[in-house]
Structure formats: structure tokens, C-alpha cells
């Protein structure tokens, strides 16, 4: 009998949703306090997820929930790096 295999699952920081681990764009504060783009998923930190839609990020920004799950200041260049990577994927 096959086993089925468990998927993670993450909560988006901008609509409060639980959804697949893949799905969603993993902002990552490493052991050097650097505040970075994980596209890997697997590097060491402290990771905030957000969905990779406008809406969900400007709630997250608005809202400083990305600094609250990070426990860290984070500046303009992340957020726009990040809009920059929503822009490019639409």
C-alpha cells in the first residue's frame, strides 16, 4: 500500500491563509541578521511566507506583519525586491 506523503503547509503574513509551502515566496532572516528572498525554501533563519499576489503583500507592509514574524526592522529595498519578483511572475 502506497503511503500518501504529508505537504506543508504555511500561513500567508498578508491574507492570514494556510496553504501549500510551494505556493508561497519565503522572506528569510539569517543567523547575520540579513533580511533576504529564500527561493530555495531551505536556507537557515527565520522565515515569514507571503502568497505571490499584490494584495497579500501591500496587507503585510501595511500591516508590518513580515517585521512582527521576523522580529526584525526590515527595509524598503526587501519590500521592493519583492514587488519587483510579483510584478515579473504576472
Partial sequence: MARVKKKPM????????????????RVV?????NIEIDHSGKKNGRGAYICPRQDCLEKAIK???????????ISGE???KLKQELNEGE
Fill in 10 to 25: 504555511r500561513m500567508c503574513v498578508g491574507c492570514q491563509e494556510m496553504k501549500n509551502k510551494k505556493e508561497l515566496i
Fill in 63 to 73: 500591516g508590518r506583519r513580515v517585521e512582527k514574524s521576523l522580529k526584525n526592522r
Fill in 29 to 33: 532572516r539569517t543567523p547575520e541578521d
Fill in 78 to 80: 526587501v519590500y521592493d
